[in-house]
């Protein structure tokens, strides 16, 4: 089910722990020179170490791991993410958009965006078009984006996305997991032609560090909740499936929960709405000359 990757560079974001610690260390396990971001320097080399220590023993046929620095909440170190990127390694195969946060209350970024907007979908939607020279370069390659289930029943507030009107953490969280989907069915279409593949992931309710530390009843809730969920090991199976696997060697456009093609949400099928995502997202990070008015603080 799982293929080697054997010479193959892959980027996971949030490598530190959770899912995208299991999935660097599967990819490197598979033969993948794997590179994993961090926010703490010490932490990512202690993620790295852990890997290591765990290749051990299969270092005859087990791939490389290393780190490179990035804290989503600023756009600019993104930038200097894509840029240490492509100076140092020659090539991308895999680059799967793992990083994200739940926060139950609002925060702005130094950049002036509503922080799990910013997290969860400005920073990939910028990494990613910063990298695709490179995915294109390398292909065929392929694209992973870990949504979640909760973009079911969620909509994107065109006219409030920094939750200036109306905020709540589920809300956001709903809205930038709907972005992910919405990103990436828009993202394969603009990629047609190029052997670079785009799918989404649900992983399934993981036991993962998301939302730990904030105020509130929900982080006692979730944690209780915890107990029945899988872990980020077995969770991170469908994101290595999606990285490696033969049987969906060519496929696109895809939404996934676990190893199956699902169905997303209706909304999540709106094209009108996913390029208008697109043009926005492409004001908020740079990308383009901003005529989308300034979203308020």
Excluded at 71 to 94: M, N, P, T, W
Aim: hydrophobic fraction near 35%; glycine fraction near 10%; aromatic fraction near 8%.
């Amino acid at each position: 089910m799982m293929g080697r990757i054997t010479g193959q560079t892959c980027l996971v974001t949030g490598g530190t722990r959770g899912i995208g610690w299991s999935a660097a260390l599967q990819l490197a396990a598979q033969g993948g020179h794997v590179v994993l971001t961090c926010r703490d320097l010490e932490q990512g080399q202690r993620a790295v170490n852990n890997i290591q220590e765990r290749l051990y023993g299969i270092m005859d046929r087990a791939g490389s791991i290393n780190k490179l620095q990035a804290d989503f909440r600023s756009l600019d170190s993104v930038r200097h993410l894509a840029q240490d990127f492509k100076q140092e390694y020659g090539r991308l195969d895999i680059l799967v958009n793992n990083a994200g946060v739940l926060r139950t209350k609002r925060y702005l970024t130094k950049d002036g965006y509503e922080e799990t907007f910013q997290v969860n979908h400005l920073a990939p939607f910028l990494l990613t078009n910063q990298l695709l020279p490179l995915l294109k370069k390398s292909a065929p390659s392929r694209i992973v984006n870990l949504a979640s289930d909760a973009h079911n029943g969620a909509r994107i507030y065109f006219d409030d996305l920094n939750g200036e009107k109306k905020y709540g953490g589920l809300r956001a969280y709903g809205q930038s997991k709907l972005a992910n989907v919405l990103f990436t069915y828009e993202l394969s279409r603009r990629l047609r032609g190029t052997s670079v593949t785009a799918n989404a992931l649900h992983p399934g309710a993981v036991a993962s560090h998301l939302g730990e530390g904030e105020p509130g009843l929900f982080p006692k809730v979730f944690r209780t909740l915890k107990l029945f969920y899988t872990n980020p090991g077995t969770a991170a199976q469908s994101v290595t499936y999606l990285c490696t696997s033969a049987e969906v060697e060519g496929v696109t456009g895809k939404y996934y929960v676990k190893m199956n093609e699902a169905k997303s949400s209706r909304c999540s099928y709106d094209e009108a709405a996913a390029h208008r995502l697109w043009q926005v997202s492409e004001e908020l990070t740079g990308l383009r000359e901003t005529s989308y008015q300034s979203i308020p603080a």
